[in-house]
């Protein structure tokens, strides 16, 4: 493994997305550690998405173990980015991501939910 942390130590994990529809919305998949090292292509990612002005985007972390301030501000970000013209939904339990989240109270400026199943839910009781 090539060390690109910066520091004496090679990165523990690395951060990984995927994209898909499902059921009108378009689904950024997160899997891995979101920290400052990560945060900048989480926010290509989103980027991407959004530059296509999806009616609705759901950011799934259920698969993150880590999610540092820095993955928190590209929430936000995507979060204004999307606007009016993009509904936007987060899925988070646990430790690693909803607890951050709830703290910051992050979780009142966008709907957050614990399966992908509530984020689709709710999506399609709007």
């Known amino acids: ?3 690109t942390s ?7 994990e690395t951060m990984t997305t995927s994209v898909v529809e499902h059921e009108g919305a378009t689904v950024l998949a997160v899997a891995g ?3 400052l090292a990560t945060a ?3 926010e290509s990612a989103i980027e991407g998405i959004l530059s296509g002005k ?3 985007l759901i950011i799934d972390l259920s698969a993150v173990s ?8 590209a929430l936000v970000a ?3 980015r999307a606007g009016a013209a993009t509904v936007m ?3 988070a339990e646990g430790p690693a991501t909803s607890r951050q989240l709830k703290m910051t109270s992050l979780d009142q400026v966008f709907a957050l939910h614990a399966t992908l199943d509530d984020a689709l839910a709710g999506l399609r009781s709007r």
């Open 1 to 3: 493994m090539t060390n």
């Open 78 to 80: 995507a979060h204004k």
């Open 6 to 12: 910066g520091d004496a130590y090679p990165l523990a």
């Open 54 to 56: 999806p009616a609705a």
């Open 66 to 73: 880590f999610l540092a301030s820095a993955g928190m501000a």
């Open 89 to 91: 939904a987060v899925v």
């Open 33 to 35: 550690e979101v920290d």
């Open 40 to 42: 900048p292509a989480l």
